[in-house]
């Protein structure tokens, strides 16, 4: 294995104890005979291994239990209060009367007597406006009868006419 | 977490709040620091560490036990965390505010050694500053909390071999920032 190998090997399983035993041997058989790679040994456990071994570990301030402890609490009380007791359980079996229904009824029957109003005004207007059509329509026949027409001053006047007539 | 047992899982799955304080209480101090390195914020770490709980609360019906129950609060964590952590980058134009340094408690006889852990504090935290948030998550399961790389590559529902790749880059800019460091002391 070359320097650069080695020094890869250092940074990782070496220095952190993670090689097998035969790789272990042969980075420590490199390392005794190599100078450049000892020196980098040296300088990876100093700044890169050493400073972590002596990190202080803080106590946790203990008011996070009690939050956590709070909002699991609050969170349970939340759950129970979703969930229906005995009591509105059968409340709600035995509710009938309920006003939705019944406001949806209603608008349904004004509705339904408004369609029967307006269909019914309709059906009056439009039998009024037949009636006076079809008296217009007399009276219009009456006035094209023949002895009209006679008395009529406009005409052809011709022989065909006056035969037919 | 070895206290963990299955019937607690169990419990605290169905709802009992006195069995999900013994998951708290033995999963609540990783989770905070993973949160707290990640993200370098306190305040963010905190509401992060209480989402993560509310999070394993509600999902811990749909837990597999098959796998491990410490790895899959790490997911969880690390997807909480890398998220707040962008979201401030986001909000505050690429600019992240880190926190002082963690302060353990510290009894009287050990006051000297003070100042030596703030120090040590200080390089922990812009060792980090200096990567990018994969990279960061890497380093952090594999330096400060000990995982091996195929617990990582569970957590972070990525390759082994990506693993490897991510803490190699991590490494080479941590040396690079520290022939950097020792250029300008000198």
């Not at chain 1, 291994?49 to 002596?54: I, K, N």
């Not at chain 1, 439009?126 to 217009?136: G, M």
């Not at chain 2, 990783?30 to 305040?43: C, D, L, S, T």
């Not at chain 2, 071999?161 to 040396?175: D, F, G, M, Y």
Request: proline share 3%; glycine share 4%; charged share 25%.
């Amino acid at each position: 294995m070359n320097c650069e190998k080695i020094q890869e090997l250092i940074l990782t399983d070496y220095l952190d104890g993670q090689m097998p035993e035969r790789q272990k041997q042969c980075v420590e058989q490199h390392i005794s005979g190599c100078f450049r790679c000892r020196e980098f040994l040296k300088r990876a456990r100093e700044t890169a291994v050493e400073p972590f071994t002596h990190a202080g570990k803080d106590i946790p301030p203990e008011f996070i239990w009690f939050r956590v402890r709070e909002s699991i609490i609050a969170e349970k009380e939340r759950a129970a209060c979703t969930v229906p007791g005995f009591l509105e359980k059968l409340k709600s079996r035995f509710q009938v009367f309920s006003p939705y229904p019944v406001i949806g009824m209603v608008i349904m029957v004004i509705f339904i007597i408004g369609i029967v109003t307006q269909s019914k005004m309709f059906t009056t207007a439009r039998v009024k406006s037949d009636a006076q059509e079809q008296a217009e329509y007399l009276v219009s026949m009456a006035e094209m009868s023949p002895e009209n027409s006679m008395n009529e001053k406009t005409g052809f006047g011709t022989v065909i006419e006056e035969y037919f007539l | 977490m070895q206290d963990i047992t299955n019937d607690i899982l169990i419990q605290a799955s169905k709802g009992d709040i006195d069995s999900f304080e013994l998951i708290y209480k033995a999963a609540a101090g990783f989770v905070y620091n993973v949160a707290f390195r990640v993200i370098g914020n306190r305040q963010d770490a905190e509401e992060v560490t209480q989402e993560v709980f509310l999070v394993i609360y509600h999902k811990l019906k749909y837990f597999r036990f098959q796998a491990s129950f410490k790895t899959w609060i790490y997911r969880i964590t690390m997807n909480r965390a890398i998220n707040r952590y962008k979201k401030n980058l986001r909000e505050r134009g690429g600019m992240v505010e880190y926190d002082e340094a963690v302060c353990p408690v510290i009894v009287p006889h050990e006051i000297e050694n003070k100042i030596n852990q703030e120090q040590r504090e200080d390089t922990v935290i812009s060792l980090l500053k200096s990567l990018n948030p994969d990279q960061k998550a890497c380093v952090v399961l594999r330096n400060i909390e000990g995982l091996s790389y195929q617990e990582i590559a569970e957590a972070l529902k990525i390759n082994i071999n990506t693993v490897r790749s991510r803490l190699k880059r991590a490494r080479e800019s941590l040396i690079a920032l520290g022939k950097e460091v020792v250029k300008n002391e000198l």
